[in-house]
């Protein structure tokens, strides 16, 4: 039996487990959503203190609400642990690790890899396994096959296996994980049949490809779309100081056009746990076939060395002010990757801040959503934008601008203000 043939009532009475590994920004989501369509959820994480926190109804993340994981903990239906053996017998095991990076810049798979072993040693016959983190195209064929063919058998037959590409945009009201389109890679038509079949449960779009390396590359291809984009108009930013133009006025100019053109704003360089970081495994996969992605690569270094160029900024407006780096006093509003977010990972505010400081200069942040920071080894704390204290540094920096940041009255308090942030 699988969800080809079953109805929700049919399932419940066959108990129907799905197994989610990795509870972050993404499994939780995935997770929930499987435990409010009526399918009991194992929700298997090996950080003791992440599951400690979901049993008590804190998400820590934002992708999740405290309201939907405690009616699914209250229901029944969602059970976190870090017991692994919780996992046999689920019909259905869903893979969301982290996929980073290493030093260098390569795939770091080592999450996914104890992962996979995770799953192939606590999977049964007639099992789905679907890879949903991000990873280089051929992550599944190559790394999960192996693994479950040489306990389950033959693919397509005695287990189905495929390729399901996250599209979390964290803060994003308009679109959530069910109304988003979910590309479905199967390693075989029947495995692809198997995976929509589940998916269809929680979203209401589905799009087959051929293969698991069709939806891997398609996932990369629109991360890296984003990175191309913003690396060309950060540098198109630079182009535009230099000979004394407006870039946001040039952008909306043409975005005018209502045909073959969106707009891209320049900013602070790319945050996040996706755009700086999934290109960079198409880019080291591209390396390895002996085919190079020039166009990536350019894009990738000119966006992680854009918070360096908005430093040099900084201390230009400070020279000109008579103020030398090493005396002066910055504000950094907003570290979060993006605006009304609380996440910190891989924000170019970050680099802003150790750069500075490694200059001599003294950083004070304000950020509604983020009370705490790491730079260097050093924690700061998110100050209170006082009157008097406005009025006594030398510089204000926008990094991130949250809407509840009343940035209009910072600019009129600061002596020089500093804006990163770009847009319509
Ligand atoms: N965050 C996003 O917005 C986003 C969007 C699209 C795709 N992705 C991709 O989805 C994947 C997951 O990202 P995330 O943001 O959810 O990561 P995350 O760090 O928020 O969560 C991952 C979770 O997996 C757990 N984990 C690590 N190793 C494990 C193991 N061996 N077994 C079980 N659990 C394990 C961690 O403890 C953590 O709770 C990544 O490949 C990422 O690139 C993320």
């Given at each position: 039996m699988s969800w080809a043939d079953t109805t929700v009532d049919s399932r419940q009475n066959l108990d129907e487990r799905i197994g989610v590994v990795g509870l972050g920004y993404v499994g939780l989501p995935v997770a929930l959503a499987y435990a409010t369509h009526g399918f009991h959820v194992v929700g298997y994480d090996i950080s003791q203190t992440h599951i400690a926190a979901l049993c008590q109804g804190?998400?820590?993340?934002?992708?999740?609400?405290a309201d939907d994981l405690t009616t699914a903990l209250n229901s029944g239906w969602f059970v976190p642990t870090t017991?692994?053996?919780?996992?046999?017998?689920?019909?259905a095991l869903i893979i969301c690790v982290p996929t980073p990076l290493a030093p260098g810049g390569i795939p770091d798979l080592s999450a996914l890899q104890a992962a996979a072993s995770t799953v192939a040693e606590h999977a049964h016959p007639g099992v789905t396994v679907i890879l949903e983190s991000t990873s280089y195209p051929g992550t599944t064929r190559e790394i999960l096959l192996p693994l479950l063919e040489s306990r389950l058998?033959?693919?397509?037959?005695?287990f189905f296996l495929g390729f399901v590409p996250e599209r979390i945009d964290p803060g994003n009201k308009a679109y959530r994980l069910d109304n988003t389109p979910r590309i479905v890679g199967g390693m075989t038509p029947e495995c692809t049949r198997h995976i929509v079949a589940l998916y269809q449960q929680i979203v209401s779009d589905c799009y087959p490809v051929s293969s698991p390396e069709v939806a891997e590359t398609a996932k990369l291809l629109e991360n890296s779309f984003r990175n191309i984009n913003i690396a060309w108009v950060n540098e198109l930013l630079r182009f535009c100081q230099e000979t004394g133009l407006d870039v946001d006025e040039v952008i909306r100019a043409a975005a005018?056009?209502?045909?073959?053109y969106m707009p891209f704003w320049p900013g602070p360089g790319v945050g996040g746990e996706?755009?700086?970081?999934?290109?960079r495994y198409l880019a080291w996969r591209a390396r390895v076939v002996h085919s190079p992605l020039y166009l990536l690569e350019h894009a990738l270094d000119t966006n992680d060395w854009q918070p360096l160029y908005e430093v040099d900024q900084i201390k230009e407006i400070l020279n000109q002010a008579g103020r030398p780096i090493s005396q002066a006093l910055v504000l950094i509003i907003g570290v979060a990757y993006k605006p009304d977010v609380a996440d910190v990972r891989n924000a170019p505010a970050l680099l802003v801040i150790e750069r500075l400081q490694k200059a001599g200069a003294r950083v004070m942040y304000h950020d509604p959503y983020v009370s705490t920071i790491d730079v260097s080894g050093n924690r700061l704390r998110s100050v209170d934008l006082s009157k008097r204290l406005l009025q006594g540094v030398d510089l204000a920096v926008l990094v991130t601008a949250h809407s509840s940041v009343d940035v209009d009255h910072i600019y009129r308090l600061v002596p020089r203000f500093l804006d990163l942030t770009h847009g319509a």
């Open positions: 804190i998400p820590e993340v934002v992708t999740a609400t017991n692994a053996q919780h996992l046999q017998g689920c019909a058998g033959k693919v397509g037959v005695d005018t056009k209502p045909f073959g996706c755009i700086p970081v999934d290109p």
